[in-house]
């Protein structure tokens, strides 16, 4: 079965600081990962995603993911987060062999301090 | 930004009454679906649809049905209102993709339903 965590409800960082917000997923095949954000009162707006190659993963707003198979991981990154990237974000995953679904994690809400 | 759309935004009804939810892509795209989600948790797909006279249930069972007449229009239907369907309702789509799908989901920005 497919299934993708996110093992941090909030996580907090300064201003300037580099963030890391971590997802681990399950999946049979290869993975296809993508990555959402949501502000308030809004819907879910697409970061990036991985589907092969680079496992380093470019998207908007600066934001950057890591692919790494051994570990199952897709952790979404930032080098330097700002206040406006305070939001909910989430960790997306469909499986090569089962892809009428998108299986998503339960959220992991940023909160950027300045 | 995507262009899909879902109105109203905000509905505030009364129990027993039936309450249709829109939701319109401007994309073309054939893959369609709905979520319920409750705020700032986590995302429950009810339904889906692969094109046109296509729909099928999601993972979380729901009282809603949904019809696909045309492409761009993913309407759906609660026939009497609830208390328990409370909650926020996201519209999605994505491109048709040959082999293995891997679109990215375009979201709505969400109705948000009161059943009092």
């Known amino acids: 079965a497919q299934s993708v965590a996110q093992p941090e409800d909030q996580v907090n960082v300064a201003e300037g600081n580099p963030l890391t917000v971590k997802c681990t997923y399950s999946?049979?095949?290869?993975?296809?990962l993508f990555w959402y954000v949501q502000y308030p009162n809004r819907g879910l707006q697409f970061l990036l995603k991985?589907?092969?190659?680079?496992?380093l993963v470019k998207g908007s707003y600066g934001f950057e993911a890591e692919f790494n198979k051994s570990q199952t991981s897709f952790h979404l990154k930032k080098p330097s987060a700002l206040v406006s990237d305070s939001a909910l974000y989430f960790c997306a995953v469909r499986g090569y062999f089962n892809t009428d679904k998108l299986i998503f994690g339960t959220g992991t809400r940023l909160q950027v301090f300045p | 930004e995507a262009d899909i759309y879902q109105t109203p935004r905000y509905l505030v009804i009364g129990t027993g009454k039936k309450i249709t939810l829109e939701c319109s892509q401007t994309m073309g795209h054939d893959k369609m679906y709905w979520y319920q989600q409750d705020p700032g948790m986590e995302l429950h797909l009810i339904h889906y649809s692969y094109g046109v006279n296509s729909t099928e249930k999601g993972d979380l069972s729901s009282e809603s049905t949904v019809s696909r007449i045309r492409t761009e229009h993913f309407p759906l239907t609660l026939e009497s209102a609830r208390p328990s369907h409370t909650s926020q309702y996201l519209c999605?789509?994505?491109?048709?993709?040959?082999?293995?799908?891997?679109?990215?989901?375009?979201f709505g920005d969400g109705t948000r339903l009161s059943i009092l």
């Open positions: 999605a789509s994505s491109e048709f993709s040959l082999g293995a799908d891997n679109q990215p989901q375009h």
């Open positions: 999946v049979s095949g290869n993975p296809y």
């Open positions: 991985y589907i092969t190659g680079d496992n």
